[in-house]
T-cell receptor, first 111, second 118 residues
Framework: KNEVEQSPQNLTAQEGEFITINCSYS?????LHWLQQHPGGGIVSLFM???GKKKHGRLIATINIQEKHSSLHITASHPRDSAVYIC?????????????FGKGTHLIIQP | DTGVSQDPRHKITKRGQNVTFRCDPI?????LYWYRQTLGQGPEFLTYFQNEAQLEKSRLLSDRFSAERPKGSFSTLEIQRTEQGDSAMYLC????????????????FGPGTRLTVL
């Protein structure tokens, strides 16, 4: 089965720190998504990218297609950034698997 | 509120009962997805619709699961003869697809329906 691996699984940091969450996948993809999930279940789409880099506010997402790796960075982290961050990919072959999700990175930002 | 809505938000049922969940997508969105998420895991794809057509079904979707989107608007997910292993959060998402490839569109998620099977 094609896997999506995220690291770290859990991350606790102090307010203001620069945060990096990593995602790696095993085969060619057509798109990679970064999602944010708050307690209670609500999921918000942060980025969808297939190459290069995207930035939105304090969030930056990068992808290296050759390395099959993506990173999500949070600059000047804040306690409200505390959430689970999930990486998901759409494999190039499409098919019945739809999006394949990582298990998520549980981020806690302490004041 | 013009986001994705799901009903009910919570459902507790006894093993063997049938349950039905509803998802109302963002009105102009042509794609609708169902996912399942168990505690501590990422979501898993179940199925998706392009308008009223169900185009893909995961191997996770056993014969006890059926989904419909009769008029290309809201969708229902029914689970027959529920089992304890069906306990999970069922998430719905919708998108406006401009590319035929699944997963290349930004998806907007509903709040989910948490199912507990006793």
């Amino acid at each position: 089965k094609n896997e999506v691996e995220q690291s770290p699984q859990n991350l606790t940091a102090q307010e203001g720190e620069f945060i990096t969450i990593n995602c790696s996948y095993s085969v060619g993809i057509s798109a990679l998504h970064w999602l944010q999930q708050h307690p209670g279940g609500g999921i918000v789409s942060l980025f969808m990218l297939s190459s290069g880099k995207k930035k939105h506010g304090r969030l930056i997402a990068t992808i290296n297609i050759q390395e099959k790796h993506s990173s999500l960075h949070i600059t000047a982290s804040h306690p409200r950034d505390s959430a689970v961050y999930i990486c998901a990919v759409a494999y190039s072959g499409g098919g019945a698997d739809g999006l394949t999700f990582g298990k998520g990175t549980h981020l806690i930002i302490q004041p | 509120d013009t986001g994705v809505s799901q009903d009910p938000r919570h459902k507790i049922t006894k093993r063997g009962q049938n349950v039905t969940f509803r998802c109302d997508p963002i009105s102009e969105h042509n794609r609708l997805y169902w996912y399942r998420q168990t505690l501590g895991q990422g979501p898993e794809f179940l199925t998706y619709f392009q308008n009223e057509a169900q185009l893909e079904k995961s191997r996770l979707l056993s014969d006890r699961f059926s989904a419909e989107r009769p008029k290309g608007s809201f969708s229902t997910l029914e689970i027959q003869r529920t089992e304890q292993g069906d306990s999970a959060m069922y998430l719905c998402a919708s998108s406006l697809a401009v590319d035929r490839l699944i997963g290349t569109d930004t998806q907007y998620f509903g709040p989910g329906t948490r199912l507990t099977v006793l």
